[in-house]
């Protein structure tokens, strides 16, 4: 009972913890995002599962926190204000060619992350960019001028 | 019955209003989220600077300390405790708390049930239970004399306590225990 409750309240409070970080422009998960997840879940552990270690109490922890993950999915699905809450909402960075400098500014973006998903789409400068969409994974789209 | 491929060309997916790319993006909603941030960060660094100050347990803050008017007995414990987690509860005796070569010292139930009291050293010589505790009596010479009495609290939230010595007022305090 103990673990499930606190499994749940360490599920809540990564969930926080995770979104209040900055979406890290790129997606890709680099060593820098490996030491916060596992230094996270590490800690979290400990005082999820406490001194009991058995078998039936971690499985309990785990279902709980996958049926907790599973219904806030389908809350999502059915509020689109609990899926921006979870998720956040796309963000345009470059418009019609033009750089949207209060979202570089909130999302802490840097030129290089956007440089980086036009060379990806075969771009050799940023003047073909007629959108860059920073999206809710991080992953930055780009759409070509026509 | 089967279903027919789809023959209509692919049109642009992206959808746009009023000739631009929509996208789904909601800067009102955003701002007020990066205005939460900026309070959330604010919020953990507030957390961050009690937990070391020691205001969740384990710190300069959560220290205290009892005394009886004569210094017959003296306790320092943490009036703030984590849950699961070891701490030491110590009893000072003044050299009026020693007659006749011992120390008689009484603690409440709650030091044993809800704090979880673990283990206590030296061992007393003697254990003597009634009147909702324990009276334990250890051989002693000269003071200053120490008893620890390690903690390990399991019931989370406010826990009172009584400790007192034969003759004198007793020490009533209250610990509060940590989730």
């Known amino acids: 009972m103990q673990t499930i409750v606190h499994a749940i309240i360490g599920y809540f409070i990564l969930l926080l913890v995770v979104r209040v970080l900055k979406r890290r422009a790129g997606s890709q998960m680099t060593l820098f995002e490996f030491v916060l997840i596992f230094l996270m879940g590490g800690v979290i552990i400990l005082s999820t599962v406490g001194k009991d270690r058995s078998v039936i109490n971690c499985t309990c922890a785990v279902m709980a926190v996958a049926l907790v993950h599973r219904t806030l999915a389908w809350a999502k699905s059915k509020s689109a204000t609990l899926g921006a809450l979870i998720d956040g909402t796309p963000l345009v960075v470059i418009k019609r060619g033009e750089w949207q400098t209060e979202v570089v500014r909130g999302m802490s973006l840097r030129r290089e992350d956007v440089e980086a998903a036009a060379r990806a789409q075969g771009l050799t400068s940023l003047n073909e960019v007629d959108y860059a969409i920073l999206e809710r994974n991080g992953g930055i789209s780009i759409i070509k001028s026509s | ?179």
């Not at chain 2, 959808?15 to 701002?31: I, S, T």
């Not at chain 2, 030296?122 to 620890?148: M, N, R, W």
């Open chain 2, 1 to 179: 019955m089967t279903q027919q491929p789809s023959t209509s060309p692919v049109d642009d997916s992206v959808p746009k209003v009023g000739g631009e790319v929509a996208v789904g993006e909601n800067l009102p909603f955003q701002r007020r989220w990066w205005m939460f941030e900026r309070f959330i960060w604010g919020f953990f660094l507030v957390l961050i600077v009690c937990d070391l100050l020691g205001l969740f347990g384990q710190g300069w803050l959560a220290k205290a300390r009892a005394t009886v008017p004569d210094g017959a007995l003296r306790v320092d414990y943490e009036r703030i405790e984590r849950a699961s987690t070891p701490s030491t509860l110590t009893l000072h005796f003044g050299p009026t708390a020693i007659q006749n070569g011992r120390v008689q010292v009484y603690i409440s139930d709650s030091i044993v049930k809800g704090l979880g009291a673990q283990r206590i050293s030296p061992q007393p010589a003697i254990s003597a239970i009634g009147d909702k505790g324990i009276s334990y009596t250890f051989a002693a010479t000269h003071s200053p004399a120490e008893v620890d009495i390690q903690l390990q609290p399991s019931g989370v939230g406010p826990h009172a306590f009584r400790i007192e010595t034969p003759h004198e007022p007793p020490i009533a305090a209250s610990i509060f225990v940590m989730p």
